[in-house]
């Protein structure tokens, strides 16, 4: 004969039999009458069922508190992460868009009859100074005979300065000449040396010398700042010195260009990083978001997914109700069932 044990609810074979083979040997199968109460008079202490309904019980909030936990750190890391970075570059040394600007200085500019223009046709060179001399070499670069007047100054290192010495010369296509002053030589003792060399051009029959200004070559602006170079980080095309600042976010010359692997193309406006947005969150392209369905610009929950949700956590009730029913009332789950 087969029967339930009245304690645990286990099975017992034989006949006669009230409870299983752990149960006689306990306390409460040893004491507990048939009317469910201790042959001293006292109440029965918890049985093996109840007990076990508990531990249920308990385990079953723990494991459920674990997860909500789990689900609100990782929603708190994920928004952490999300937190816009500040990225603080620095200031390029070089700038590789340049333009010329007006200075308030003069210079001499010298013309040719077909209207090429000339600045500063010849080059000082090989300055040499020495007992009783100095001399330099003055090179003509272009091809025309160019009018000069020159200026300099000769030092003696015994203490005597000739400050202004003046000589004109016309210097031949392509010529070098060189100017040599001896005017120390009666000097017996020390060196002599020459500085402040300045060239003044006239014109002749081949140039016509002009005054200009100096221009002088300056990094070019672009919205009120310094241009950025290619290659460097920007957020719309007149910060780029190359006027396009392309999809991915950076200075270059084309706009539309491949993203890098972990960023996707973003209807050939931007590069963006797939799954960062919360529902909640505002997108530009639905993938952005970590659902990966939005709607009307906000990411959302899908459907599908909701109804999931919303099973799982009627389920969860259901049980935790059931537990607490059962440890309370101190029924066996089997005996529940089939009741």
């Known amino acids: 004969m087969v029967r339930e044990c009245e304690v645990c609810g286990g099975i017992i074979r034989g006949a006669g039999k009230k409870y299983c083979s752990y149960c006689r040997n306990s306390r409460e199968a040893k004491e507990q009458s048939y009317d469910g109460v201790y042959s001293n008079g006292t109440e029965p202490l918890p049985t ?4 076990g309904l508990f531990v249920v019980l308990i385990l079953f909030i723990l494991i459920g508190s674990i997860v909500v936990f789990n689900i609100a750190g990782n929603k708190a890391d994920s928004e952490l992460d999300n937190t816009t970075n500040l990225i603080v570059s620095s200031t390029n040394e070089s700038c590789q868009y340049k333009e010329l600007k007006e200075t308030s200085e003069f210079i001499q500019v010298l013309y040719d009859k077909q209207g090429n223009r000339y600045e500063n046709p010849v080059e000082i060179k090989n300055i040499a100074g020495g007992q009783g001399r100095i001399s330099f070499d003055l090179v003509n670069k272009i091809p025309l005979s160019v009018s000069v007047k020159v200026n300099y100054e000769i030092s003696h290192s015994g203490g005597t300065f000739w400050p202004n010495n003046e000589e004109f010369h016309d210097i031949k296509p392509l010529e070098t000449i060189t100017i040599v002053n001896t005017g120390t030589s009666g000097i017996l003792y020390g060196t002599s040396s020459v500085g402040n060399i300045r060239i003044t051009y006239l014109s002749n029959n081949d140039l016509e010398v002009k005054p200009e200004k100096k221009k002088e070559e300056i990094c070019k602006l672009c919205n009120g700042e310094v241009c950025l170079n290619d290659g460097i980080e920007c957020n719309i ?15 270059g010359s084309q706009k539309v260009i491949d993203c890098s692997e972990d960023l996707q193309n973003c209807n050939n406006q931007s590069c963006l990083e797939p799954k960062i947005k919360e529902k909640g969150q505002s997108y530009s392209c639905e993938f952005e978001c970590k659902s990966g369905y939005g709607k009307d610009g906000i990411c959302s929950t899908p459907l599908k997914e909701k109804v999931l949700k919303w099973f799982i956590l009627i389920i969860f009730v259901v049980i935790l109700i059931l537990v607490i029913y059962l440890t309370l009332t101190g029924k066996n789950l089997f005996k529940f069932f089939r009741s």
């Not at 093996?48 to 007990?51: F, L």
Request: charged fraction near 15%; include cysteine.
């Open 48 to 51: 093996n069922k109840s007990y």
């Open 237 to 251: 095309d007149v910060e780029c010195g190359s006027g396009v600042c392309n999809i991915a976010g950076y200075c």
